[in-house]
T-cell receptor
Framework: LAKTTQPISMDSYEGQEVNITCSHN???????ITWYQQFPSQGPRFIIQ???TKVTNEVASLFIPADRKSSTLSLPRVSLSDTAVYYC?????????????FGSGTRLQVQP | GAVVSQHPSRVICKSGTSVKIECRSL??????MFWYRQFPKQSLMLMAT?????????EQGVEKDKFLINHASLTLSTLTVTSAHPEDSSFYIC?????????FGPGTRLTVT
C-alpha cells in the first residue's frame, strides 16, 4: 500500500477556501485516492474519491495531477464545523485486500 | 449511504475481564469487515481483517488470542477483548467493505480500570 504524507496541521478562518495536499509518490496504477474526515470520538466519514484529474461533489473537490503522485483536497468556504482531522489514503479497490492504511492525517482548525 | 453501527458506544470494565464489541452493517451485507484501534491524538491502526465464515487475519503485533474476532454472519462481526488491561483502553472502530469505499462505524470507547 502506498504511503501518504500530509501536513500535520492547518489553520484557517471561516469562509476561506482550504486546500490540503497529500503526497503519494509510490501510488500504483490501480490505486484510487480517497479522503476521509474524522471528528473527535467518531468514526471516519467518506468525503471524496478520485483516480485522476478533478472530482467534485457537494462538499469538496479533489485535484489529481497527471503523474498522480499527489492530490489536493479543496474545501470551499469552510465553517467552524469543518474543524476535524482529514486523512488521505490510497488503495487498490480491485484486489482482495482492501484494508486501509491511515497516515497521520491533517488536523484542520477553523477559527471564527 | 450505507450505515454501520457499533455497540456499545462506550464501555468501562475492570482489569482482567473480557469485553465484546459488536459491529453491524445495517442495510447491506459485508463479507469483509475491518477492526481499527485509535489512541488519543493518533491515527487509526488496523488490527485485523474479519472475513465471514473464516478466520480473521491479524496485523503484525496484534495478539489473536487477546483480540478474538468472530464474523458469523454477513452483517455482524464481533471483537472480544479478553483479560483486558488498562493499556487496552482505546477507541475501537470497525468498518465494512462496500463496492468502492469503506463504511465506518461510530466507534466504541473502551476504558479499563
Amino acid at each position: 500500500l502506498a504511503k501518504t504524507t500530509q501536513p500535520i496541521s492547518m489553520d484557517s478562518y471561516e469562509g476561506q477556501e482550504v486546500n490540503i495536499t497529500c503526497s503519494h509518490n509510490n501510488i500504483a496504477t490501480n490505486d484510487y485516492i480517497t479522503w476521509y474526515q474524522q471528528f473527535p470520538s467518531q468514526g471516519p466519514r467518506f468525503i471524496i474519491q478520485g483516480y485522476k484529474t478533478k472530482v467534485t461533489n457537494e462538499v469538496a473537490s479533489l485535484f489529481i495531477p497527471a503523474d498522480r503522485k499527489s492530490s489536493t483536497l479543496s474545501l470551499p468556504r469552510v465553517s467552524l464545523s469543518d474543524t476535524a482531522v482529514y486523512y488521505c489514503l490510497v488503495g487498490d479497490w480491485d484486489t482482495g485486500r482492501r484494508a486501509l492504511t491511515f497516515g497521520s492525517g491533517t488536523r484542520l482548525q477553523v477559527q471564527p | 449511504g450505507a450505515v454501520v453501527s457499533q455497540h456499545p458506544s462506550r464501555v468501562i470494565c475492570k482489569s482482567g475481564t473480557s469485553v465484546k464489541i459488536e459491529c453491524r452493517s445495517l442495510d447491506f451485507q459485508a463479507t469483509t469487515m475491518f477492526w481499527y484501534r485509535q489512541f488519543p491524538k493518533q491515527s487509526l491502526m488496523l488490527m485485523a481483517t474479519s472475513n465471514e465464515g473464516s478466520k480473521a487475519t491479524y496485523e503484525q503485533g496484534v495478539e489473536k488470542d487477546k483480540f478474538l474476532i468472530n464474523h458469523a454472519s454477513l452483517t455482524l462481526s464481533t471483537l472480544t477483548v479478553t483479560s483486558a488491561h488498562p493499556e487496552d483502553s482505546s477507541f475501537y472502530i470497525c468498518s465494512a467493505e462496500g463496492d468502492y469505499e469503506q463504511y465506518f462505524g461510530p466507534g466504541t470507547r473502551l476504558t479499563v480500570t
